[in-house]
T-cell receptor, first 110, second 117 residues
């Protein structure tokens, strides 16, 4: 069973703080890693992708990948109330399928 | 560019009825997927396709069927609807490596909320 694990939360942070979201995966052969944001009642929206070890920054978002430890994280700097959503981690194992975690609910408190 | 279009957005079915959820994409993506999302359970893959005429089962295919006669369309068929099929259904597509993109995550449709009573 290929698993992707996320802390379901809820995670609450004050506005302007850094939100840290974590994800672990079971398959060492995993190749590609994605973070999606999903607002309540909406479809998931791709916000970050990362394919190699290290950090990848895009605006206020930073994705971090450590293949040796089999984890991927997402940092959101200067968190805003509009960042309040569920964040889904997705992992592509060998093959054409992506496996999703159950998501972490983030609330940014004004 | 419409992206991924799903219809209908909402539907109520009676037990035993059948229906087809429509999905179309205009991005010339070879890869298409059907997921269902239940509260607290994440996204579960039902079926996927890597190109016209090629489909394969995902994690939870029972009670569903798919076809892929064109690159653009990937309909999902529910036969003999059951209450366990009450869920939100998402269609997604993605480019494949070699199509010139460095980012090949999914693009999702807006979803179909299905209730079976």
């Amino acid at each position: 069973q290929k698993e992707v694990e996320q802390n379901s939360g809820p995670l609450s942070v004050p506005e302007g703080a850094i939100a840290s979201l974590n994800c672990t995966y079971s398959d060492r052969g995993s190749q590609s890693f994605f973070w999606y944001r999903q607002y309540s009642g909406k479809s998931p929206e791709l916000i970050m992708s990362i394919y190699s070890n290290g950090d990848k920054e895009d605006g206020r978002f930073t994705a971090q990948l450590n293949k040796a430890s089999q984890y991927v994280s997402l940092l959101i700097r200067d968190s805003q109330p509009s960042d309040s959503a569920t964040y889904l981690c997705a992992v592509q194992h060998t093959g054409n399928q992506f496996y999703f975690g159950t998501g972490t609910s983030l609330t940014v408190i004004p | 560019n419409a992206g991924v279009t799903q219809t209908p957005k909402f539907r109520i079915l009676k037990i035993g009825q059948s229906m087809t959820l429509q999905c179309a994409q205009d991005m010339n993506h070879n890869y298409m997927y059907w997921y269902r999302q239940d509260p607290g359970m994440g996204l579960k893959l039902i079926y996927y396709s890597v190109g016209a005429g090629i489909t394969d089962k995902g994690e939870v295919p029972n009670g569903y069927n798919v076809s892929r006669s064109t690159t653009e369309d990937f309909p999902l068929r529910l036969e003999l609807a059951a209450p366990s099929q009450t869920s939100v259904y998402f269609c997604a597509s993605r480019t494949n490596p070699g199509q010139g993109s460095n980012n090949y995550g999914y693009t999702f449709g807006s979803g179909t909320r299905l209730t079976v009573v």
